[in-house]
Nanobody, 123 residues
Framework: QVQLVESGGGLVQAGGSLRLSCAASGGTFSNYAMGWFRQAPGKEREFVAIINRSGIATRYADSVKGRFTISRDNVKNTVYLQMNSLKPEDTAVYYC????????????????WGQGTQVTVSS
């Protein structure tokens, strides 16, 4: 059983930056591909970024490409999401998730989820 705990959310002005972290425990972190998803009020949870087990392969939603960077540290058992040039439309609860296979961008393929961290971008 893998436990995931996100941190790093907060309130930031448009154009600013935040770095989210997701600490994993209870399993072998390097056995899992990791993803970041987000959910805005009244909307479905959507894919943001994924990274494979080694950290070499990544994929991004078009809406964040060029602004967000996903990375991982398999020694610290942590996955990160660096968010730059933030926009008000990035406001959402951000969740990290774990999956044994890389490449999936829909939530039903992910076995483990964190509790989420709120990101609010003011205009």
């Amino acid at each position: 059983q893998v436990q995931l705990v996100e941190s790093g959310g907060g309130l930031v002005q448009a154009g600013g930056s935040l770095r989210l972290s997701c600490a994993a425990s209870g399993g072998t972190f390097s056995n899992y591909a990791m993803g970041w998803f987000r959910q805005a009020p009244g909307k479905e949870r959507e894919f943001v970024a994924i990274i494979n087990r080694s950290g070499i392969a990544t994929r991004y939603a078009d809406s964040v490409k060029g602004r967000f960077t996903i990375s991982r540290d398999n020694v610290k058992n942590t996955v990160y999401l660096q968010m730059n040039s933030l926009k008000p439309e990035d406001t959402a609860v951000y969740y990290c998730a774990a999956n044994r296979a890389y490449g999936y961008v829909t939530r039903e393929y992910y076995d483990y989820w964190g509790q989420g961290t709120q990101v609010t971008v003011s205009s």
